[in-house]
């Protein structure tokens, strides 16, 4: 499972060599603010991490690329083998793009292979409260809410949204949004023409 080949997006397994770009992406003050954990991450943390998800066979990160960009990560966590259960989450760098196609055909793409390929039975995204946008997105994708918790984060206590998705629920509520694909890249390739 190293690469997942989309309609115009790629998720490949994240390398070594991705790890610095990453925990610059992840300690910027734009991103942290969006992510329960909020620490900053040091050189030794973030080499720490890979170790333990590299061999891992519960825990994928992939990064989202396309045209040989990169865009951000998404990732398949905490997989349970016996309940088939798993956690998805996504974080996109460029504030522009975390509404666009490319992160919907990237999540798509994720949950997509949770379901068929991985055959888990449900999948779960979490969200901070105060994250809309967010919300917005798990949401568009058919996740429906299945609890809130208050945590404490720091000094604050945040209220924690969590979704979960079955396959059902996936190929029912993400129709829609695979036709607006469809439909974007076909207004796409004719305004090329």
């Known amino acids: 499972m190293t690469v997942l080949q989309g309609r115009t997006v790629c998720l490949r397994r994240i390398r070594y060599a991705d790890i610095e770009r990453l925990r ?40 989202i690329e396309k045209n040989r960009r990169q865009y951000g990560v998404t990732k398949l966590q905490n997989i349970d083998w016996d309940t088939r259960k798993g956690e998805t989450g996504i974080f996109i760098t460029a504030p522009e793009d975390r509404n666009s196609f490319i992160a919907v055909e990237a999540a798509l793409l994720l949950v997509s ?25 798990i949401e568009r994708l058919g996740f429906q809410l299945f609890s809130r918790e ?42 090329t023409l």
């Open 24 to 63: 610059q992406w992840r300690n910027s003050s734009e991103l942290q603010q969006y992510h329960i954990y909020r620490g900053e991450i040091t050189v030794a943390e973030q080499k720490e991490w890979f170790a333990k998800i590299d061999s891992s066979s519960t825990d994928f990160f992939f990064m």
């Open 150 to 191: 208050n945590r404490l984060i720091g000094n604050t206590c945040e209220a924690i949204n969590h979704y979960r998705m079955t396959l059902p629920e996936f190929n029912g509520a993400t129709m829609h949004l695979q036709r607006k694909f469809a439909d974007n890249l076909l207004k796409n390739s004719q305004n």
């Open 113 to 137: 292979y949770s379901f068929n390929h991985l055959h888990l039975h449900s999948v779960a995204a979490s969200a901070l409260v105060e994250n809309r946008q967010s919300i917005s997105f």
